[in-house]
């Protein structure tokens, strides 16, 4: 049930906003999970280059036209390692939850997605932000710092934009 409520509310805040303005997406998920908008909107710029309709095969970036091309990319590998649209949501998260690979293409869902998991490293590693945002990435520890450091980079450059 509860899962279902969380499909129901991202399916929602996905059909009062819509695909096309993910600024409000951004706005209701920070507000949503208690983190903060700027590290959500860096966060989709290293992961995908603010492209929802990335998909990483396997480590390999592949940045499709339109939503067609990337459901047929998503359909071709679902059986390898792939992340999913703007916030590059990983495959596991898809399975842990049973929601279609496809889902993770509309923007909105993703970015609520993508602020659920990051709000849940959070809480799991005692509120530290920089740990949650390391380990969004990757569990492993040799890659987190060059992450963390990319992230950073972004949240300076959006924070000088405003």
Not at 26 to 52: C, F
Not at 62 to 88: C, F, H
Not at 118 to 143: F, N, P
Request: charged share 25%.
């Amino acid at each position: 049930m509860k899962k279902l409520f969380l499909l129901m509310m991202l399916f929602i805040s996905g059909t009062i906003y819509g695909s096309d303005d993910v600024d409000l997406c951004y706005q209701s998920a920070a507000l949503k999970y208690s983190v903060p908008e700027v590290v959500l909107r860096s966060i989709a710029t290293v992961e995908s280059g603010n492209n929802s309709h990335a998909v990483n095969v396997k480590g390999r970036a592949i940045y499709s036209d339109t939503m067609e091309q990337a459901k047929q990319v998503i359909l071709d590998n679902k059986d390898k390692s792939i992340d999913i649209g703007l916030m590059q949501i990983n495959k596991w998260w898809f399975k842990r939850y049973n929601y279609p690979l496809e889902l993770g293409l509309e923007a909105c869902w993703n970015i609520h997605m993508g602020a659920y998991i990051l709000h849940y490293e959070y809480m799991r590693h005692g509120k530290d932000i920089w740990k949650a945002i390391a380990h969004y990435h990757s569990q492993t520890e040799k890659y987190q710092t060059r992450y963390m450091n990319k992230v950073y980079k972004e949240i300076q450059r959006w924070q000088n934009i405003k």
